[in-house]
């Protein structure tokens, strides 16, 4: 089990309790400092109009989207994999990995004291190919993060895929699914991917996964910044931001559920010294606007983890709230998600909203390609 997966289990259940006697605050979609949201009180699966921003609270009981379901005459894409090497790659070689969580840095109660060692690692790239790609053509695609293994490619995304595109949805778009580089949070590799406040990773995947996906399965993949996407859940939601934050020039579609937009970013940088937390406290409010379309999204019960440090950055719920405000007061084009009676990853509220969300961060990309 991971620690994130401990703390979860120790913090997070119910209404979020910390010990045995405390009730800690907590973010919520109705107490003090919440955005307004525009209830959704229909039946159960109902979703945001696509075509709006703003914040919307939906649930509690969920249906899972049909986009999931494999529907006869729909063409069915392509699923392939290969693997990477850390030893072949010049970043993130090595990877890191530690053996305990860490303790407080007495000089910084912002950060960790974490003892790592030098790993080698293998992740696998999973490929989604539509049916409909025209050979040559320069294609717009996704790049998800937490991806599936070797031999286990998760088809949830491509049928979705499948359908959306039949029905002119979504482009015709490629999906590059990347598993992480193992572990979880400060200390591990995927920490150090995820949660890095940089451009370093979205420079690793331009410059050692992309070239590769095009050279194995002979695809061209377009270099418009309009017509790439990050996805993400988790760490994956914050590195998903993290990619078009520190490149709008490569990524300008975001995706996010459950983000942690908290202060998880290992080692301490100065530069942002609450690691993704910044998004919202600084970094979008002090900054012009950057030509970034973003859906956001967190469950009623998501993760409260104020682990070791106690530093009030580790409110998942309070995290996303904040962005949501934050995007709105700049004039992005954002739609934000609250999701009852779920928690981390959004359990039964995702398989509802995916294909609303992916159709919503596509919205223009489409409309000006037909025309």
């Keep these: 089990m991971t620690i994130r997966l401990i703390l979860a289990t120790m913090f997070a259940i119910g209404p979020f309790a910390f010990g045995a006697d405390a009730n800690p605050p907590q973010g919520s979609f109705s107490g003090p400092g919440a955005p307004p949201f525009t209830r959704l009180d229909g039946k159960s699966g109902a979703n945001p109009p696509e075509d709006a921003d703003g914040n919307f ?3 509690p009981d969920y249906v899972q989207a049909p986009e999931f379901k494999v529907v006869s005459g729909v063409p069915q894409g392509k699923v392939q994999q290969f693997t990477l090497n850390s030893k072949d790659g010049t970043l993130f070689n090595p990877g890191i990995a530690r053996d305990v969580f860490g303790t407080v840095d007495p000089s910084n109660p912002k950060t960790l004291i974490v003892q790592t060692h030098p790993i080698d690692y293998t992740r696998t790239i999973t490929v989604y190919i ?7 053509s320069a294609a717009p695609f996704i790049v998800t993060h937490d991806g599936p293994g070797m031999g286990h490619p998760d088809m949830s995304l491509p049928h979705v895929l499948d359908n959306l595109i039949y029905q002119r949805r979504v482009p015709v778009m490629i999906a590059i699914m990347i598993s992480n580089g193992g572990g979880d949070a400060q200390g591990h590799e995927r920490g150090r991917e995820y949660d890095t406040m940089s451009g370093l990773y979205a420079e690793y995947i ?9 050279r194995n399965y002979e695809v061209k993949l377009t270099k418009d910044p309009e017509g790439r996407a990050t996805l993400g859940t988790s760490s994956g939601g914050s590195a998903a931001l993290i990619m078009a934050w520190y490149h709008p020039d490569l990524y300008r579609r975001v995706l996010t559920f459950s983000g942690t937009f908290v202060n998880q970013q290992w080692p301490f940088d100065p530069e942002t010294p609450d690691g993704a937390w910044d998004f919202h406290a600084k970094l979008i409010p002090g900054s012009e606007p950057r030509p970034i379309r973003i859906f956001i999204s967190v469950g009623e019960h998501d993760l409260y983890n104020p682990n070791v440090m106690r530093d009030g950055m580790h409110d998942w719920v309070e995290a996303n709230n904040r962005m949501a405000k934050v995007l709105k007061a700049k004039g992005y084009h954002y739609q934000y ?3 009852l009676n779920v928690g981390h ?5 995702h398989d509802q909203i ?3 969300a ?3 961060l596509w919205k223009g990309y489409a409309v000006k390609r037909a025309r």
Excluded: F, M, N, S
Excluded at 130 to 136: D, I, L, N
């Design 57 to 59: 609270l939906i649930g």
């Design 130 to 136: 539509p049916a409909q790609y025209v050979p040559g």
């Design 206 to 214: 331009e410059t050692q996964v992309l070239p590769k996906v095009e």
């Design 337 to 339: 998600v609250a999701c």
């Design 345 to 349: 990853g959004l359990g039964p509220a």
């Design 354 to 356: 995916l294909p609303h």
């Design 358 to 360: 992916l159709e919503w």
